[in-house]
């Protein structure tokens, strides 16, 4: 089990990378450790599993099933999924809109993340991370491509 202060800024690193808010309250903060808490009796995850999935998008065999149902545990928490592992895409983009995440293309993303196959709770929420995460990147990339070309635009001027 990981300890609850380092467990929460890791936690605060994952969630900002979800929503790209960077701005957090110490009641966000509390809420967080408090659901943090929780999932972490009922899904137990290492520290070395958070970071091999935060920083290398990876996630070993033998830590695979509580680290899905770890975050099956966080997503029915904030309420972006119920109890069977059904997404409340509704209140996904609500969330993210708060946050004021930027993407035109937010409901298509959120379309093909949660267009889910498998049935298992667990797995969906997984499924659905390394989903979102992907198209983030790629629009991440188109954006800092549309960034690049119009600065060089201006070198030319």
């Known amino acids: 089990m990981i300890a609850a202060p380092v467990f929460s800024i890791i936690f605060v690193v994952m969630l900002s990378f979800f929503t790209r808010c960077l701005s957090f309250t110490t009641e966000d903060l509390d809420t967080d ?10 899904s ?3 520290l070395r599993t958070m970071n091999e999935v935060l920083i290398n998008k990876k996630l070993a065999k033998g830590e695979s099933s509580n680290f899905k149902c770890f975050l099956h545990c966080l997503f029915t928490k904030y309420g972006w999924m ?12 609500r969330t993210l809109e708060e946050a004021e995440l930027e993407i035109v293309s937010l ?8 267009a889910l196959e498998s049935v298992d709770r667990c797995e969906r929420s997984y499924t659905f991370t390394e989903c979102f995460w992907k198209r983030m990147s790629q ?4 954006e800092d491509q549309l960034f690049y ?9």
């Open 149 to 157: 070309n119009m600065d060089n635009d201006d070198e030319k001027l």
């Open 107 to 114: 409901e298509y993303i959120l379309y093909k993340c949660t």
């Open 82 to 93: 119920d109890e069977d592992g059904g997404f409340l895409v509704h209140d996904i983009k």
């Open 44 to 46: 137990p995850i290492s």
């Open 139 to 142: 629009v991440q990339s188109q």
């Open 33 to 42: 450790l408090k659901y943090i808490k929780i999932c972490n009796l009922t």
